[in-house]
């Protein structure tokens, strides 16, 4: 069962949109660490592969994801997009 405190960051967080239908989204390990959060927001474009791209809104999953990505990329060895947990057993085989 989820608990209260990650409900309410959840809600929080969707009172942060300026959007017409706020949400909110928490990534959370166990029963109450909250790891990061984000909520929906308006946005006029964003780039990938040097290459503009328009368009008019991220969702908050798209947020948390995101912002979960870099915080496990800033940690990882050589700054690489990897979810998992780096151990230097899985280089010496």
Wanted: hydrophobic share 25%; proline share 2%.
């Amino acid at each position: 069962m989820i608990s209260t405190s990650i409900i309410n960051c959840g809600e929080n967080n969707a009172w942060k949109s300026d959007m017409k239908y706020r949400f909110g989204c928490v990534a959370y390990q166990g029963n109450s660490k909250i790891i990061t959060q984000g909520h929906n927001y308006y946005r006029s474009c964003y780039r990938q592969c040097g290459k503009r791209h328009y368009c008019s809104a991220r969702h908050a999953e798209q947020d948390t994801i995101l912002k979960l990505v870099n915080l496990y990329s800033k940690s990882s060895p050589g700054g690489k997009y990897c979810l998992l947990p780096y151990s230097a057993k899985d280089e010496t085989g």
